[in-house]
């Protein structure tokens, strides 16, 4: 069944096979349709922040809930979206579907210390086009004349 909108927030960094999928979500996007994602970026800030600093040091999280080899930069995550893909993940063609989405913007999410609210407060939060070194959220649409099949 194909969706209109599909939203992946912090989810991608937590499967056991991202580009497999992130394209088979791809695939279920129906024409029109909108792709979110958020996730790590595979840069040593975004280890030293979300591994050490959350994990490790602020126990913020439990130890091992990031996994570095998961993370995904920004330009593996636009290949695992546009690439086409067949029902089982593998790069190739499925009798001509394709993802066919386009990611049309990427920001980072980045940590706004200067608001001084607790690290929970949307307030503390924001999204910056210029540093996606941590976290960073992509929106790609697929076009009206391109049907899942």
């Known amino acids: 069944m194909p969706l209109y909108e599909l939203s992946l927030p912090q989810v991608v960094e937590h499967v056991p096979d991202p580009d497999a999928f992130v394209g088979a979500c ?22 030293l922040l979300a591994v050490l600093g959350a994990e490790h040091l602020g126990r913020l999280l439990p130890v091992g ?56 407060s949307p307030a503390a939060w924001g999204l910056d086009p210029n540093d996606l070194d941590v976290n960073y959220i992509m929106h790609a649409l697929r076009p009206c004349d391109d049907s899942p099949r």
Request: charged letters at 15%.
């Open 26 to 47: 791809a695939n279920v996007v129906a024409p029109g349709g909108a792709l979110v994602l958020s996730t790590m970026n595979r840069t040593p800030k975004a280890w």
């Open 65 to 120: 809930t990031h996994q570095w080899a998961k993370f995904r930069t920004p330009a593996e995550m636009t290949n695992a979206v546009e690439q086409k893909v067949i029902s089982n993940g593998s790069s190739s063609s499925n009798g001509g579907r394709s993802s066919r989405l386009t990611v049309r913007d990427s920001q980072g999410i980045v940590f706004k210390p200067q608001n001084l609210k607790p690290l929970s």
